[in-house]
T-cell receptor, first 110, second 109 residues
Framework: RKEVEQDPGPFNVPEGATVAFNCTYS??????FFWYRQDCRKEPKLLMS???SGNEDGRFTAQLNRASQYISLLIRDSKLSDSATYLC???????????FGKGTRLSVIA | DTGVSQDPRHKITKRGQNVTFRCDPI?????LYWYRQTLGQGPEFLTY????????KSRLLSDRFSAERPKGSFSTLEIQRTEQGDSAMYLC???????FGPGTRLLVL
């Protein structure tokens, strides 16, 4: 079993739609959680950290459920520019390496 | 600007050749990480340094791979006797800022 698992996608949604990505992680000791965005043939870029209390950044909302070992990302009012691969990432402790999911590809269609 | 540069950005080589990649953080950072990303997968950890000390290597890092960070600033990743399975994007990251460099895309023919 992979340490971080994500919806396989791809997700094809119209502009303005709300889309949700789900992710589960296997290591209950994981301490830090993130969503990264990766455009085609580019490096991953940090989109947002994920906190137990949930956090929001504009149209993006991230949630963490430690009991279920589940992370989610909600994108409201999708824009064409949101088209990318979204990577669910955990870090087990301190400055240990990041562990990535395979990513979920999103295409927002006009 | 992510604060991390990588060179070269692209490398095409023939199977069996050696290649070396370089990662340059713009400012000083204690921890430097190398990851590899193949098509359709997320990045996978290879190795990391704290200053010049190599603290951890993943099982992905076979004997053909070696990494150095001689002065605790830039780092190099060398692959000897390349194989087609080495084709991937090699990413360098600075943990404190969680910034990745633009990557070196390797194609082994």
């Amino acid at each position: 079993r992979k340490e971080v698992e994500q919806d396989p996608g791809p997700f094809n949604v119209p502009e303005g739609a709300t889309v949700a990505f789900n992710c589960t992680y296997s290591n209950s000791a994981s301490q830090s959680f993130f969503w990264y965005r990766q455009d085609c043939r580019k490096e991953p870029k940090l989109l947002m950290s994920v906190y137990s209390s949930g956090n929001e950044d504009g149209r993006f909302t991230a949630q963490l459920n430690r009991a279920s070992q589940y992370i989610s990302l909600l994108i409201r009012d999708s824009k064409l520019s949101d088209s990318a691969t979204y990577l669910c990432v955990v870090r087990n402790s301190g400055n240990t390496p990041l562990v990535f999911g395979k990513g979920t590809r999103l295409s927002v269609i006009a | 600007d992510t604060g991390v540069s990588q060179d070269p950005r692209h490398k095409i080589t023939k199977r069996g050749q050696n290649v070396t990649f370089r990662c340059d953080p713009i400012s000083e950072h204690n921890r430097l990480y190398w990851y590899r990303q193949t098509l359709g997968q997320g990045p996978e950890f290879l190795t990391y340094f704290q200053n010049e000390a190599q603290l951890e290597k993943s099982r992905l890092l076979s004997d053909r791979f070696s990494a150095e960070r001689p002065k605790g600033s830039f780092s190099t990743l060398e692959i000897q006797r390349t194989e087609q399975g080495d084709s991937a994007m090699y990413l360098c990251a600075i943990q404190e800022t969680q910034y990745f460099g633009p990557g070196t895309r390797l194609l082994v023919l």
